[in-house]
């Protein structure tokens, strides 16, 4: 399944073909061009999406998804065709890290653990949908009364680019669990292995045009998503500024929306910390996936009394950190998703140094060697600045953190909760009891003590003030993308008595 694939289980078709509205065609957008961000060539081009082929895949969506082949298939038949994606998924995960790796510069270690998550998700569901049920709500009178869950119909799941093959499978396969249409906007950096996946989604047997993979740029194709009349629902994961705007449009739609933001986490290392474990978790914090993460630990604060020790081992193992191409096993990070986010990152880090940070490690693009010709930044650690500089305020989205000092608790927790984001925190500490206090306190979506960046599909993720509203994965992420229905029954023989009829 390479990105120059011309085969699948439907028959032969162009590599640059798109998923639209039940056929493999080119879209009528601009051709994206597909860069391997650890060399800089082009691996492949795809035919993007345009406003035109949005609308017939709506349309198409719409008609699928109410023909009972769809609309009445029992929950237990749905979920096998959710399982046999999760078998697809792990039968092909070699050549879909692979083809993630080249596409995005994220290691071959990383990607092979997204697309077992993706494959994870999708049987997850498919065990929701075989034990979902409905509600039978207590009698207040001559009634039976249900809670029952209907589809949407067609919604919209817009996935960013640092994990693609992940964040897809966090949106269709609950999306697909609930009986809807989906139309999929990925990153226009990233679309190959969002196009890999339809190719599987086809294979295990979903219905054509169920699902169409619209590639393009936001402001062209997922602004035509959002505002799509027929789309009932958007699930939009990606930076805060675009969630706005989504949110104004879903206003005025009145139309269901769940995003996930933006985020300046705060990491907490206590004066009892386990320095060994906190060393190892705060690197991995911040820069594995080369700090490209919603809930990268970007903000360290580290108590006055360990600070000089945990800082200087602290950029010590950050000067160790292995860089280079997601291919090579050795890898711990790689390259930035593109040289322009990556010139974006160097251009926040010489703000930093305006603003009167001292840079403890790395701070430069590597100029010579292998490093030379891909988008790679090196490991970066600041100091010197306080919480209120807007290099500890807005989100870098790369491997570069602020380590900030401490004293007492009710500081530290103003300082964590003073950003607009709301999206993570890390724990670091030895006392359950602060583990316990901290964690309450501090406003974030996700808390995480003594460890960093575990994730279960099983457990609600979501974020609070700019870092989104709603939350996915869990039992209820189905619920998510359905309309809740009450149904009564009338169980009394006479008639309503108001019209004061006799029975």
Known sequence: MSASSTTSGAGTRRAEDIPVAGQWRAGGGERLRCVDPASGRVIATV?????????????????????????????????????????????????????????????????????????????????????????????RGQHLALSVHEPIGVVGAVTPWNSPIASDAQKLAPALAAGNAVLLKPAEVTPLVSLALARLLEEAGLPQGLVSVLPGPGSVVGDAVVRHPLVGKVSFTGGTSTGRAIGRVAADKVMPLSTELGGKSPTIVCADADIDQAVAGVLFGIFSSSGQSCVAGSRIFVHEEV??????RLVAAARQLRVGPGTDPATQVGPLVTAAHRDRVAAMVDRAREEGA??????????????????????????????????????????????L???????????????????????????????????????????????????????????????????????????????????????????????????
């Not at 596409?103 to 498919?126: C, D, H, I, M, P």
């Not at 600070?307 to 200087?312: G, I, V």
């Not at 009564?488 to 019209?499: E, H, N, R």
């Open 47 to 139: 035919a993007g999406a345009d406003p035109a082929d949005v609308d017939a895949a709506a349309r198409c969506g719409a008609r699928v998804a109410a023909e009972p082949g769809w609309r009445d298939m029992l929950p237990h038949e749905r979920a096998r065709l959710l399982a046999r994606v999760a078998e697809l998924i792990e039968r092909d995960r070699e050549e879909l890290a692979l083809l993630q790796t080249r596409n995005t510069g994220k290691t071959l270690t990383e990607t092979r653990a997204l697309v077992a998550s993706a494959a994870g998700t999708f049987r997850f569901y498919a065990a929701a949908l075989e034990t979902s049920e409905g509600v039978v709500t207590p009698p």
């Open 307 to 312: 600070y000089a020790e945990f800082t200087d």
């Open 358 to 403: 001292e840079v403890l490690c790395g701070g430069h693009i590597p100029e010579t060697g292998r490093l030379g010709s891909g988008a790679y930044y090196l490991p970066t650690l600041l100091a010197g600045l306080a919480n209120d500089a807007k290099t500890c305020q807005e989100e870098i989205f790369g491997p570069v953190g602020v380590v």
């Open 405 to 503: 000092p401490f004293g007492g608790e009710d500081d530290l927790v103003a300082q964590a909760n003073d950003t607009v984001y709301g999206l993570a925190c890390g724990i670091w500490t030895r006392d359950y009891r602060t583990a316990w206090r901290l964690a309450r306190r501090i406003e974030a979506g996700t808390v995480w003590i003594n460890t960093y960046k575990q994730f279960s599909i099983a457990t609600p993720f979501g974020g609070t003030k700019a870092s989104g509203v709603g939350v996915e994965k869990g039992t209820e992420g189905i619920k998510a993308y359905m309309r809740q229905k009450s149904v009564y029954f009338g169980l009394d023989p006479d008639p309503i008595p108001w019209a004061g009829l006799q029975g």
